[in-house]
C-alpha cells in the first residue's frame, strides 16, 4: 500500500518560531510538493522538488523554504511563523512519468497563535 | 498562466446524480484530474482524462471533457451520503516538472 507520511496531524505555534513540517513518502517518487488550503483558495503549491537537493517555487513561495537531503523525504520550513501561514499543509508524490497520480499525504493542521 | 475555476458547492439528494464542472485556462493542459478529499484526510484521486479524449467512464462517474470551451464535468450517478466530500479538478502542464493545478474545490452535501 502506497504511502505518504506527514509528521504531524495537528501543530500549534507562536508566532516568530521556526517550524518544520517533515514528509516521507515510500514510492520511490522522484517529485515531491508542498501545498497550503485554505477554503476558497484550494491548493496552492508552495514548493515542489523534482530529485535530491533539487526544489522549484510554486506559486506561493514566501515566507517558506524547503529540503530534500534525501528523496524520500521532504521538508517545509516556516523560517518565522506567522498569523497567515495558519493553514492546513498537504504534501503529495509523484512519479516522473507524465500523467502519473499524485498521492496525498493526511495533512497537517498549522495553527500559528 | 493557469486558472482552475469550481463552483464551491453543490447540493443534492441521495439517489440523484452530481455533475460538478469546472473551467481552466491553459489549453497546453495534458491531462485534467478529479480528487476526492474526505473529511479530515488528503486528496485521492477519483479518475483522470487525457486531453484528447471527450469522454471517460468508470461506474459511477462520468467524466466529460469540451476542450473547445475548456469545460471539464464529473458526472456521478445514484449519488449516496458516502460521496460527500470536497471535490478537486487539477489539470498537468506538459513539461518537465509535471506541474498540477488545482481548482478551488467543490463541497459535495448528499442530503438523505
Known amino acids: 500500500d502506497v504511502k505518504v507520511t506527514q509528521s504531524s496531524r495537528y501543530l500549534v505555534k507562536r508566532t516568530g518560531e521556526k517550524v518544520f513540517l517533515e514528509c516521507v513518502q515510500d514510492?520511490?517518487?522522484?517529485?515531491m510538493f508542498w501545498y497550503r488550503q485554505d477554503p476558497g483558495l484550494g491548493l496552492r503549491l508552495i514548493y515542489f522538488?523534482?530529485?535530491?537537493?533539487?526544489?522549484e517555487k510554486g506559486d506561493i513561495p514566501e515566507g517558506y523554504s524547503v529540503s530534500r537531503e534525501k528523496k524520500e523525504r521532504f521538508s517545509l520550513i516556516l523560517e518565522s511563523a506567522s498569523t497567515n501561514q495558519t493553514s492546513m499543509y498537504l504534501c503529495a508524490s509523484r512519479d516522473r512519468d507524465v500523467g502519473t497520480e499524485a498521492f496525498f499525504g493526511q495533512g497537517t493542521r498549522l495553527t500559528v497563535v | 498562466g493557469e486558472d482552475v475555476e469550481q463552483s464551491l458547492f453543490l447540493s443534492v439528494r441521495e439517489g440523484d446524480s452530481s455533475v460538478i464542472n469546472c473551467t481552466y485556462t491553459?489549453?497546453?493542459?495534458?491531462?485534467l484530474y478529479w480528487y476526492k478529499q474526505e473529511p479530515g484526510a488528503g486528496l485521492q484521486l477519483l479518475t483522470y482524462i487525457f486531453s484528447n479524449m471527450d469522454m471517460k467512464q468508470d461506474q459511477r462517474l462520468t467524466v466529460l471533457l469540451n476542450k473547445k470551451d475548456k469545460h471539464l464535468s464529473l458526472r456521478i450517478a445514484d449519488t449516496q451520503t458516502g460521496d460527500s466530500a470536497i471535490y478537486f479538478c487539477?489539470?498537468?502542464?506538459?513539461?518537465?516538472?509535471?506541474?498540477?493545478?488545482f481548482g478551488t474545490g467543490t463541497k459535495l452535501q448528499v442530503i438523505p
Open positions: 514510492m520511490d517518487h522522484e517529485n
Open positions: 522538488s523534482y530529485d535530491v537537493k533539487m526544489k
Open positions: 487539477a489539470e498537468s502542464m506538459p513539461g518537465g516538472y509535471q506541474k498540477v493545478t
Open positions: 491553459d489549453s497546453s493542459s495534458t491531462y
